[in-house]
């Protein structure tokens, strides 16, 4: 029976058949010689490591990955020793300008005589199945946390009350001349704060259940623009909207999206606080895939960015993180329950931050009619 090897050397593919099917695939393929020159390259190695063909073809492997110690140690040690080695873990490449996570595996290219020629090496980018696990890290640390928030909630409330209730009743036997009425004031003011910190830490804990309808995204997000311009009327904040018109109604719960965009929205003026630009965009992923199994599906984008100050990269990891604020005046809990929402409408919320430079939040979330 004939084999693909043999039937091309019949000729009976035209010489480029291989090199076509390897630009089909999506995982990036760069072939090294023996002598660490790069022969091959398919376009998905091209986006996945920012170098183009040109660039790649005929270069030294070990001069043009120069910064990616670890995929250079990879395919040497593949091409002396002609064993298969993968590493899923701690490969990334930063020629693209950030960070990129890979899945690497090289492969030892050999000849039907056992002759060792070179090294394969199969790039796949792992980046949303890192962002998928951060976001199921988040999830359960929110979880857990919630729980110990909600028995915490619980025991505080009603102590509070009685609080309450008996700086209000002080304050009625006060004469209205007393200083001491600055003093119930303060106490019914700072239990009325603990009270709507409380508030929030249920809703965090167990959150009512959706109110599935088709929401008009661009609706939501117009009326928190228009009311949050006339907020900050007087100052120099301009408001820039870029909306994909052919986005349609998705199934949602309005109220908690609402809320979401109005926090997001809200943070981002906070930021800017006299001046700056805000901007507020969508759009549709057609290819998004949320879970490395999964299929891939169409999602709608909402992009939230601001041009302020960004948020320090130390405090880029406690942002998600109940009680934990860079406001003087803030709970911590706001944008924990964005993430809340996110999750319960299964989708997904990231951030990118440049210090000096702003801040951008992107939610994610399914385009389900």
Same mark, same amino acid.
């Given at each position: 029976?004939?084999?693909?090897?043999?039937?091309? #050397?019949?000729?009976?593919?035209?010489?480029?058949?291989?090199?076509?099917?390897?630009?089909?695939?999506?995982?990036?393929?760069?072939?090294?010689?023996?002598?660490?020159?790069?022969?091959?390259?398919?376009?998905?190695?091209?986006?996945?490591?920012? /170098?183009?063909? !040109?660039?790649?073809m005929g270069a030294s492997f070990d001069k043009l990955f120069v910064l990616e110690k670890a995929l250079v140690e990879m395919v040497q040690k593949a091409t002396q020793t002609g064993i298969t080695i993968s590493d899923h873990e701690n490969v990334v490449v930063r020629s693209t300008g950030k960070v990129k996570p890979v899945a690497a595996t090289c492969y030892p290219l050999m000849l039907g005589t056992g002759e060792n020629i070179g090294t394969i090496l199969s790039l796949k980018d792992i980046t949303y199945i890192r962002e998928l696990e951060a976001a199921v890290r988040q999830a359960d640390r929110l979880?857990?946390?919630?729980?110990?928030?909600?028995?915490?909630?619980?025991?505080? %409330?009603?102590?509070?009350?009685?609080?309450?209730?008996?700086?209000?009743?002080?304050?009625? #036997?006060?004469?209205? #001349?007393?200083?001491?009425?600055?003093?119930?004031?303060?106490?019914?003011?700072?239990?009325? !704060?603990?009270?709507h910190i409380i508030r929030e830490l249920l809703e965090l804990a167990s959150p009512r259940g959706l109110k599935l309808g088709p929401v008009n995204l661009h609706k939501v997000l117009g009326d928190i623009l228009l009311l949050q311009k006339q907020a900050v009327a007087g100052r120099d904040i301009t /408001?820039? %909207?870029? /909306?994909?018109?052919?986005?349609p109604p998705i199934m949602a719960d309005e109220e908690m999206l609402t !809320?979401?965009?109005?926090?997001?929205?809200?943070?981002?003026?906070?930021?800017?606080?006299?001046?700056?630009?805000?901007?507020?965009?969508?759009?549709?992923?057609?290819d998004y895939r949320m879970a490395q199994n999964d299929r891939r599906s169409r999602m709608v984008a909402v992009e939230i960015a601001d041009d302020g100050p960004g948020i320090p990269a130390e405090d880029l990891e406690n942002i998600w993180t109940p009680f934990f604020s860079t406001k003087s005046s803030g709970t911590g809990l706001g944008l924990a329950i964005c993430h809340k929402i996110v999750a319960e409408h299964r989708g997904m919320i990231k951030v990118e931050s440049d210090a000096g430079h702003g801040t951008k939040f992107t939610v994610l979330l399914p385009l389900v009619q």
């Open positions: 029976m004939p084999t693909p090897d043999n039937i091309a #050397e019949q000729g009976s593919y035209p010489g480029d058949y291989y090199a076509t099917v390897l630009d089909s695939v999506g995982d990036g393929v760069i072939v090294v010689d023996r002598n660490g020159v790069i022969t091959l390259c398919n376009p998905a190695a091209e986006e996945i490591t920012g /170098f183009s063909r !040109r660039q790649a979880s857990t946390m919630g729980a110990l928030a909600a028995g915490l909630a619980h025991e505080v %409330k009603n102590p509070l009350g009685g609080i309450k209730g008996a700086a209000q009743l002080l304050e009625r #036997e006060l004469d209205a #001349e007393s200083e001491l009425l600055d003093y119930t004031r303060v106490m019914i003011r700072e239990t009325e !704060r603990i009270d /408001f820039n %909207k870029h /909306f994909d018109p052919s986005i !809320r979401l965009f109005l926090n997001l929205i809200c943070n981002a003026i906070d930021a800017l606080q006299d001046t700056g630009q805000l901007t507020v965009a969508s759009r549709v992923l057609s």
